[in-house]
Protein backbone atom coordinates (compact mmCIF):
# COMPACT_ATOMS: atom_id res chain seq x y z
CA UNK A 1 0.00 0.00 0.00
CA UNK A 2 2.81 2.46 -0.67
CA UNK A 3 1.75 6.26 -1.47
CA UNK A 4 5.25 7.75 -2.33
CA UNK A 5 4.66 9.82 0.92
CA UNK A 6 8.73 9.90 1.22
CA UNK A 7 8.77 10.86 -2.58
CA UNK A 8 12.27 12.77 -3.15
CA UNK A 9 13.43 12.88 0.39
CA UNK A 10 16.74 11.71 1.78
CA UNK A 11 18.20 10.60 5.42
CA UNK A 12 20.02 8.54 7.64
CA UNK A 13 18.81 5.65 9.56
CA UNK A 14 20.58 4.45 12.87
CA UNK A 15 20.35 0.67 14.19
CA UNK A 16 18.95 -1.46 11.82
CA UNK A 17 20.82 -5.06 12.98
CA UNK A 18 18.42 -7.84 11.69
CA UNK A 19 15.56 -8.50 10.30
CA UNK A 20 13.91 -7.44 13.50
CA UNK A 21 15.16 -4.51 14.17
CA UNK A 22 12.74 -1.48 14.68
CA UNK A 23 15.37 0.41 11.78
CA UNK A 24 15.19 -2.94 9.58
CA UNK A 25 11.60 -2.78 8.89
CA UNK A 26 11.29 1.13 8.97
CA UNK A 27 14.49 1.23 6.12
CA UNK A 28 11.63 -1.40 4.27
CA UNK A 29 9.14 0.99 4.38
CA UNK A 30 10.94 4.35 3.80
CA UNK A 31 12.01 2.94 0.13
CA UNK A 32 8.85 1.33 -0.64
CA UNK A 33 7.51 4.96 0.10
CA UNK A 34 10.58 6.58 -2.09
CA UNK A 35 12.72 7.88 0.28
CA UNK A 36 15.90 7.83 -0.21
CA UNK A 37 18.99 7.01 2.88
CA UNK A 38 22.08 5.78 4.01
CA UNK A 39 22.34 2.85 6.75
CA UNK A 40 24.39 3.35 9.77
CA UNK A 41 25.88 1.19 12.71
CA UNK A 42 28.17 0.69 15.19
CA UNK A 43 31.41 -0.73 13.65
CA UNK A 44 30.97 -4.10 15.66
CA UNK A 45 27.17 -4.44 14.67
CA UNK A 46 28.64 -3.79 11.18
CA UNK A 47 30.58 -7.26 11.60
CA UNK A 48 27.58 -9.18 13.25
CA UNK A 49 24.83 -8.42 11.64
CA UNK A 50 23.45 -9.15 8.03
CA UNK A 51 22.65 -5.14 7.17
CA UNK A 52 24.38 -5.95 3.48
CA UNK A 53 21.15 -7.63 2.75
CA UNK A 54 19.23 -4.86 3.42
CA UNK A 55 21.55 -2.31 2.32
CA UNK A 56 21.16 -4.11 -1.17
CA UNK A 57 17.17 -4.60 -1.22
CA UNK A 58 17.18 -0.70 -0.54
CA UNK A 59 20.07 0.25 -2.66
CA UNK A 60 21.38 2.27 0.17
CA UNK A 61 25.07 2.62 1.11
CA UNK A 62 26.07 2.01 4.90
CA UNK A 63 28.39 3.89 6.45
CA UNK A 64 29.42 3.05 9.77
CA UNK A 65 29.47 5.20 13.33
CA UNK A 66 29.85 4.69 16.56
CA UNK A 67 26.43 6.90 17.67
CA UNK A 68 28.30 8.34 20.71
CA UNK A 69 31.60 9.36 18.96
CA UNK A 70 31.34 12.73 17.24
CA UNK A 71 34.08 12.14 14.58
CA UNK A 72 32.33 9.21 13.53
CA UNK A 73 28.87 11.39 13.34
CA UNK A 74 30.58 14.63 11.58
CA UNK A 75 31.89 11.98 8.89
CA UNK A 76 28.75 10.16 8.40
CA UNK A 77 27.06 12.90 7.68
CA UNK A 78 29.44 14.49 5.42
CA UNK A 79 29.42 11.47 3.82
CA UNK A 80 25.61 10.92 3.77
CA UNK A 81 24.88 14.38 1.89
CA UNK A 82 27.86 13.19 -0.90
CA UNK A 83 26.35 9.68 -1.15
CA UNK A 84 23.07 11.32 -1.35
CA UNK A 85 23.33 14.51 -3.50
CA UNK A 86 21.74 17.12 -0.91
CA UNK A 87 20.84 17.90 2.22
CA UNK A 88 18.75 15.82 4.69
CA UNK A 89 15.25 15.50 5.25
CA UNK A 90 15.08 12.26 8.19
CA UNK A 91 17.08 10.98 10.38
CA UNK A 92 16.31 8.21 12.78
CA UNK A 93 18.01 7.05 15.93
CA UNK A 94 16.80 3.80 16.40
CA UNK A 95 19.51 3.16 19.15
CA UNK A 96 19.69 1.82 22.70
CA UNK A 97 22.26 -0.66 24.94
CA UNK A 98 22.72 -0.99 28.38
CA UNK A 99 25.56 -3.17 30.07
CA UNK A 100 24.02 -3.13 33.52
CA UNK A 101 20.79 -4.94 31.82
CA UNK A 102 22.77 -7.10 29.17
CA UNK A 103 24.76 -8.38 32.51
CA UNK A 104 21.88 -8.79 34.78
CA UNK A 105 23.03 -6.57 37.28
CA UNK A 106 20.23 -5.86 39.96
CA UNK A 107 19.16 -2.05 40.27
CA UNK A 108 20.52 -1.82 43.53
CA UNK A 109 23.80 -2.98 42.33
CA UNK A 110 24.41 -0.81 39.20
CA UNK A 111 28.09 -0.33 37.81
CA UNK A 112 28.91 3.04 37.59
CA UNK A 113 31.18 3.04 34.36
CA UNK A 114 28.38 0.72 33.00
CA UNK A 115 25.29 2.91 33.58
CA UNK A 116 27.66 6.18 32.01
CA UNK A 117 27.97 3.91 29.13
CA UNK A 118 23.96 3.24 28.98
CA UNK A 119 23.52 7.38 28.99
CA UNK A 120 25.63 7.54 26.43
CA UNK A 121 24.75 4.99 24.14
CA UNK A 122 21.43 5.60 24.70
CA UNK A 123 20.44 9.08 25.36
CA UNK A 124 22.94 11.08 24.44
CA UNK A 125 23.77 10.05 21.40
CA UNK A 126 20.76 11.75 20.68
CA UNK A 127 22.07 15.03 21.82
CA UNK A 128 25.51 14.24 19.57
CA UNK A 129 23.57 13.44 16.47
CA UNK A 130 21.46 16.61 16.62
CA UNK A 131 24.36 18.53 17.69
CA UNK A 132 26.00 17.20 14.54
CA UNK A 133 23.69 17.60 12.34
CA UNK A 134 23.05 21.20 13.19
CA UNK A 135 26.76 21.94 13.08
CA UNK A 136 27.16 20.44 9.48
CA UNK A 137 24.09 22.12 8.42
CA UNK A 138 22.62 18.92 7.02
CA UNK A 139 19.24 19.45 7.26
CA UNK A 140 16.53 20.59 5.13
CA UNK A 141 13.74 23.31 6.58
CA UNK A 142 10.71 20.90 7.42
CA UNK A 143 13.26 18.36 7.60
CA UNK A 144 12.21 15.60 11.14
CA UNK A 145 14.19 13.65 13.48
CA UNK A 146 13.31 11.16 15.17
CA UNK A 147 14.42 8.50 17.92
CA UNK A 148 12.87 5.38 19.54
CA UNK A 149 11.55 5.12 23.36
CA UNK A 150 9.99 3.34 25.94
CA UNK A 151 7.03 4.31 28.47
CA UNK A 152 9.78 3.47 30.88
CA UNK A 153 10.57 6.62 30.86
CA UNK A 154 7.29 7.36 33.31
CA UNK A 155 6.79 4.50 34.90
CA UNK A 156 8.20 1.90 36.77
CA UNK A 157 9.17 -1.78 35.03
CA UNK A 158 11.70 -3.55 37.06
CA UNK A 159 13.59 -5.46 35.47
CA UNK A 160 14.41 -2.23 32.47
CA UNK A 161 17.10 -0.85 34.70
CA UNK A 162 19.06 1.62 33.86
CA UNK A 163 17.65 2.05 30.85
CA UNK A 164 14.85 3.68 32.34
CA UNK A 165 17.09 6.44 33.19
CA UNK A 166 18.31 6.63 29.25
CA UNK A 167 15.33 7.10 27.83
CA UNK A 168 13.84 10.03 30.64
CA UNK A 169 17.02 11.81 29.15
CA UNK A 170 16.46 10.67 25.46
CA UNK A 171 12.74 12.57 25.72
CA UNK A 172 14.15 15.53 27.15
CA UNK A 173 16.87 16.36 24.79
CA UNK A 174 14.05 15.81 21.95
CA UNK A 175 12.05 18.56 24.06
CA UNK A 176 15.23 21.05 24.42
CA UNK A 177 16.42 20.49 21.13
CA UNK A 178 13.26 20.51 19.43
CA UNK A 179 12.76 23.65 20.21
CA UNK A 180 16.60 24.71 18.96
CA UNK A 181 16.37 23.05 15.98
CA UNK A 182 12.49 24.51 15.02
CA UNK A 183 13.84 27.99 15.87
CA UNK A 184 16.96 27.40 13.64
CA UNK A 185 16.37 25.63 10.97
CA UNK A 186 12.24 24.44 10.97
CA UNK A 187 13.14 20.90 12.04
CA UNK A 188 11.01 18.99 13.78
CA UNK A 189 12.55 16.48 16.63
CA UNK A 190 10.33 13.89 18.46
CA UNK A 191 10.15 10.68 19.98
CA UNK A 192 7.86 7.66 19.61
CA UNK A 193 7.32 5.66 22.96
CA UNK A 194 7.20 1.58 21.29
CA UNK A 195 5.21 -1.18 22.75
CA UNK A 196 7.60 -4.12 23.43
CA UNK A 197 8.87 -5.30 20.28
CA UNK A 198 10.59 -9.08 19.41
CA UNK A 199 13.97 -7.81 18.73
CA UNK A 200 17.73 -8.35 19.96
CA UNK A 201 17.35 -5.10 22.22
CA UNK A 202 14.02 -6.07 23.57
CA UNK A 203 14.39 -9.85 24.27
CA UNK A 204 17.51 -8.94 25.99
CA UNK A 205 15.34 -7.61 28.88
CA UNK A 206 14.71 -10.24 31.85
CA UNK A 207 11.61 -11.77 31.59
CA UNK A 208 10.31 -10.26 28.43
CA UNK A 209 8.33 -13.09 27.19
CA UNK A 210 5.90 -12.42 30.27
CA UNK A 211 6.25 -8.70 29.88
CA UNK A 212 5.53 -8.70 26.35
CA UNK A 213 2.36 -10.59 26.90
CA UNK A 214 1.03 -8.31 29.78
CA UNK A 215 1.61 -5.21 27.59
CA UNK A 216 -0.30 -7.00 25.21
CA UNK A 217 -3.66 -7.85 27.72
CA UNK A 218 -3.26 -4.48 28.44
CA UNK A 219 -3.82 -2.70 25.24
CA UNK A 220 -7.16 -2.34 24.01
CA UNK A 221 -5.37 -2.40 20.47
CA UNK A 222 -3.03 -5.18 21.18
CA UNK A 223 0.80 -4.59 21.37
CA UNK A 224 1.94 -2.55 18.34
CA UNK A 225 4.31 -4.64 15.88
CA UNK A 226 7.43 -3.19 14.08
CA UNK A 227 5.54 -2.91 10.73
CA UNK A 228 3.31 -0.60 12.71
CA UNK A 229 5.80 1.55 13.98
CA UNK A 230 7.53 1.45 10.56
CA UNK A 231 4.16 3.10 9.16
CA UNK A 232 3.69 5.51 12.27
CA UNK A 233 7.97 6.72 11.35
CA UNK A 234 7.00 7.07 7.33
CA UNK A 235 3.89 9.33 8.58
CA UNK A 236 6.18 11.06 10.96
CA UNK A 237 8.99 11.69 7.92
CA UNK A 238 6.37 12.90 5.21
CA UNK A 239 5.03 16.73 4.82
CA UNK A 240 1.59 15.56 6.68
CA UNK A 241 3.36 15.83 10.30
CA UNK A 242 4.92 19.33 9.68
CA UNK A 243 4.20 20.89 12.97
CA UNK A 244 4.46 18.34 15.40
CA UNK A 245 7.47 19.10 17.34
CA UNK A 246 9.24 18.58 20.72
CA UNK A 247 6.62 15.48 21.41
CA UNK A 248 6.69 11.96 22.94
CA UNK A 249 4.22 10.53 20.79
CA UNK A 250 2.34 6.96 22.14
CA UNK A 251 2.52 4.39 19.65
CA UNK A 252 1.00 1.42 21.97
CA UNK A 253 -2.50 0.25 20.98
CA UNK A 254 -3.58 2.17 23.72
CA UNK A 255 -1.62 0.94 26.97
CA UNK A 256 -0.67 4.13 28.11
CA UNK A 257 -4.36 5.46 28.61
CA UNK A 258 -5.49 1.69 29.63
CA UNK A 259 -6.07 1.39 33.90
CA UNK A 260 -6.87 -2.28 33.29
CA UNK A 261 -8.74 -4.58 30.51
CA UNK A 262 -11.15 -7.23 30.65
CA UNK A 263 -8.02 -9.85 29.76
CA UNK A 264 -6.49 -8.61 32.53
CA UNK A 265 -9.47 -9.10 34.70
CA UNK A 266 -10.11 -12.68 33.38
CA UNK A 267 -6.28 -13.91 33.98
CA UNK A 268 -6.46 -12.76 37.55
CA UNK A 269 -9.79 -13.99 38.21
CA UNK A 270 -8.65 -17.67 37.37
P1 LIG B 1 17.85 -3.74 18.00
O1 LIG B 1 18.72 -4.47 18.94
O2 LIG B 1 17.52 -4.38 16.70
O3 LIG B 1 18.43 -2.26 17.72
C1 LIG B 1 19.26 -1.58 18.61
C2 LIG B 1 20.40 -1.00 17.77
O4 LIG B 1 21.25 -0.12 18.51
C3 LIG B 1 21.31 -2.09 17.18
O5 LIG B 1 21.31 -2.00 15.77
C4 LIG B 1 22.65 -1.76 17.76
O6 LIG B 1 23.74 -2.14 16.94
C5 LIG B 1 22.54 -0.24 17.91
N1 LIG B 1 23.60 0.33 18.73
C6 LIG B 1 24.00 -0.06 19.96
N2 LIG B 1 25.07 0.67 20.35
C7 LIG B 1 25.32 1.57 19.34
C8 LIG B 1 26.28 2.59 19.15
N3 LIG B 1 27.22 2.87 20.09
N4 LIG B 1 26.29 3.30 18.00
C9 LIG B 1 25.36 3.03 17.03
N5 LIG B 1 24.41 2.08 17.16
C10 LIG B 1 24.40 1.35 18.31
O7 LIG B 1 16.50 -3.47 18.82
P2 LIG B 1 15.21 -2.53 18.57
O8 LIG B 1 14.19 -3.03 19.49
O9 LIG B 1 14.92 -2.42 17.13
O10 LIG B 1 15.71 -1.13 19.17
C11 LIG B 1 15.58 0.08 18.49
C12 LIG B 1 15.11 1.18 19.43
O11 LIG B 1 13.75 0.93 19.80
C13 LIG B 1 15.91 1.29 20.74
O12 LIG B 1 16.04 2.66 21.09
C14 LIG B 1 15.00 0.59 21.72
O13 LIG B 1 15.22 0.98 23.06
C15 LIG B 1 13.65 1.10 21.20
N6 LIG B 1 12.49 0.37 21.72
C16 LIG B 1 12.44 -0.99 21.63
C17 LIG B 1 11.39 -1.69 22.18
C18 LIG B 1 11.38 -3.18 22.16
O14 LIG B 1 10.62 -3.79 22.93
N7 LIG B 1 12.14 -3.82 21.31
C19 LIG B 1 10.24 -0.99 22.83
C20 LIG B 1 10.37 0.45 22.81
C21 LIG B 1 11.46 1.10 22.28
Not at 38 to 43: E, H, R
Not at 158 to 164: F, I, Q
Request: aromatic share 10%; proline share 3%; with cysteine.
Amino acid sequence: MAHQLLEGKKGIIFGALDENSIAWKTAEKIYEEGGRFVLTNAPIALRMGTINDLAKKCEAEIIPADATNLEDLALLFEQSKETLGGKLDFVLHSIGMSPNVRKGKDYGDLNYDWFLKTLDVSGISFHKVLQIAEKTESMNEWGSILALTYIAAQRTFPDYGDMAQAKAVLESIARSYGYRFAKNGKVRVNTISQSPTMTTAGTGVPGFDVFFDYADKMSPLGNAPAEDCANYIVMMFSDYTRRVTMQNLMHDGGFSSSGITEEIIAELSK
